[in-house]
Nanobody
Framework: QVQLVESGGGLVQAGGSLRLSCAAS????????MGWYRQAPGKQRELVAVISNGRTDYADSAKGRFTISTDNSKNTVYLQMNSLKPEDTAVYYC?????????????WGQGTQVTVSS
């Protein structure tokens, strides 16, 4: 199994920036895609951004403000969040899709809280 550990959440004022990081660890795995999701209180978890083989895709709410990137040498994915709004407040989860012994699997991180004050 791949373990994902997120970091970088916190409290920021509207208009500010945060960078989330998510490091994957384990043995004998090949990551095919990594992404960020978020879940606000009382709402369903939603996709924020995903990256696979260098291609990125963003939720409309993230386009132009958030940037997803990876450091493949470190099996780490980042989410740079700029121009943050109070509605971005949520728990942000990292996800990874990978192959392990020819089996396709997925993992989730434990989540990191992002709070944007107005």
């Amino acid at each position: 199994q791949v373990q994902l550990v997120e970091s970088g959440g916190g409290l920021v004022q509207a208009g500010g920036s945060l960078r989330l990081s998510c490091a994957a660890s384990g043995s004998e795995f090949t990551i095919t895609a990594m992404g960020w999701y978020r879940q606000a209180p009382g709402k369903q978890r939603e996709l924020v951004a995903v990256i696979s083989n260098g291609r990125t895709d963003y939720a409309d709410s993230a386009k132009g403000r958030f940037t997803i990137s990876t450091d493949n040498s470190k099996n780490t994915v980042y989410l740079q969040m700029n121009s943050l709004k109070p509605e971005d407040t949520a728990v942000y989860y990292c996800s990874a899709e990978y192959y392990h012994s020819n089996w396709r699997k997925s993992s989730w991180g434990q989540g990191t809280q992002v709070t944007v004050s107005s």
